[in-house]
């Protein structure tokens, strides 16, 4: 049973444009979630987070959303660039307690186009 | 400052046969996590270490993987008799004693390929 889903196995988004990767989660006990970037041959890495106590956040070109009633969170990229392209995780954790789990969706690719 | 590094980079073994991976973490680093990715699903929590300790393992897929961490530093997470279904990629995860879940650095992963 999976936990982080991400619906979207692929998604292609113009430079410029807005790329939007989606991501639903099962578990009520999840309060902090987490996207990471992967290129080819190399580990995941940090992009933005967010606390279930907010609803948004920021970081530069990157804003993630929270939907916490509909269990969804959504990042997004504006403008897309064709660096960004990559496959992106969603991934999810209970932020209390000494155990730092995450749990991970299956990851969409993005790929922006020139 | 040096990341976390995993060695080989790529492993082909013949099934039955034994292979041994290692991680050598973020210097200071107490949390050590295992994960795996099997091709085209999602990236899957082995186990996790404080220090030296397992602090869960409950990722674990069978008696026939077993995880080390002596001393508190590199850990090693060796599979034994190795099977098809074990190919897949291995990372490994680092961070801080109290370290937000943001710092959590992941090494570049070892490509397993079981034949």
């Known amino acids: 049973d999976q936990q982080v889903k991400q619906n979207s196995p692929s998604l292609s988004v113009q430079e410029g444009r807005i790329s939007i990767l989606n991501c639903d989660y099962t578990?009520?006990?999840?309060?902090?979630f987490l996207w990471y970037k992967k290129y080819p041959a190399e580990g995941p890495t940090f992009l933005i987070s967010?606390?279930?106590?907010?609803d948004k956040n920021e970081d530069g070109r990157f804003t993630v959303f929270l939907n916490k009633s509909a269990k969804h969170l959504s990042l997004h990229i504006v403008p897309s660039q064709p660096g960004d392209s990559a496959v992106y995780f969603c991934?999810?954790?209970?932020?209390?307690?000494?155990?730092?789990?995450?749990?991970f969706g299956k990851g969409t690719l993005l790929t922006v186009n020139p | 400052e040096a990341g976390v590094t995993q060695f080989p980079s790529h492993s082909v073994i013949e099934k039955g046969q034994t292979v041994t991976l290692r991680c050598d973490p973020i210097s200071g680093h107490d949390n050590l996590y295992w994960y795996r990715r099997v091709m085209g699903k999602e990236i899957k929590f082995l186990l996790h270490f404080v220090k030296e300790s397992k602090q869960d393992e409950s990722g674990m897929p069978n008696n026939r993987f077993l995880a080390e961490r002596t001393g508190g530093t590199y850990s090693t997470l060796k599979v034994q008799p190795a099977e098809l279904e074990d190919s897949g990629v291995y990372f490994c995860?680092?961070?801080?004693?109290?370290?937000?879940?943001?710092?959590?650095?992941f090494g570049s992963g070892t490509r397993l390929t079981v034949v």
């Open positions: 967010i606390s279930s106590i907010k």
């Open positions: 578990n009520s006990m999840f309060d902090y």
């Open positions: 995860a680092s961070s801080q004693a109290s370290g937000s879940l943001d710092g959590y650095t």
């Open positions: 991934a999810a954790s209970r932020s209390g307690g000494s155990n730092y789990k995450l749990t």
